[in-house]
């Protein structure tokens, strides 16, 4: 029974995404909304963005530099450690978690609201494309700002690990410099940035396909928001896997 479902719901989400990726309806239009979802989806989310980073970073050299660095290891084992887990998991893959509980709500939500108060159904009966209308622009516009924040992230996350060194003493600055510089591999930057291209696509089509599918009302629209974020949260970590076997 639950395979049948699931499968029930992989067969609609890809049938919505077939109308979503047709032609917009006003080249104009979609501009204006693609512009209209980065600023409501991804740069209303900078700050949130920019204050966890810079806490996890800051946590993760005093948790390494007191609980994992020894006398026999390097003095920069520190920051070595943590820039790479900031390139490579926490500004893309823990970050888009953190964002599909904020913004995934957010879609899941408001399409459903508009399900529910049948403003969808209007679209519909004006001979409107009402999938492509609403949902193109969610996805293009978190799909272009993802990657800005994760780079965000990473910077805001290496101000936190320098923040220990130069307030609460935790480290040198110099040798957590030297950490940061040893053996860098510029792929792991890039890495993170297509990683999370494909984790912004999931949060937005998977959010907007359960807000936009909803039935009934305001309660419905409550347990969509629930379970869109539940199923981007799951898709973000299968895929986490795979994404980073194939990339590495």
Known sequence: MLIHSSLTSFGKYLLLMGRVFSKPERGR?????YLREMQQLGINSIVI????SFFIGAVICIQIKLNVQSAWMPHWTSGYVTREI?????SSSIMCLILSGKVGSNIA??????????????????????????ILPKIAGLVTIIPILVVFSTVSGILGAYATAYFAHIITPEDLTAG???????????MGAIKSIFFA???SSVSSYYGYTVEGGAQ???????????ASSMLILFSDMFL????S
């Open 201 to 203: 696509f999931i949060i």
């Open 180 to 190: 940061m510089q040893h053996d860098f591999r510029s792929w792991f930057f890039w």
């Open 220 to 230: 419905s629209v409550g347990k969509a928001s629930t379970n869109a974020v539940v």
């Open 49 to 52: 963005v920019l204050l966890i």
């Open 29 to 33: 239009m979609f501009f204006k909304q």
């Open 86 to 90: 900031m390139l490579l998991e926490f």
């Open 109 to 134: 939500s408001e399409l459903g609201m508009m399900r529910a108060t049948q403003q969808i159904d209007a679209l519909d009966v004006m001979g409107i494309n009402s999938a492509s209308y609403l």
């Open 244 to 247: 980073t076997q194939l990339l």
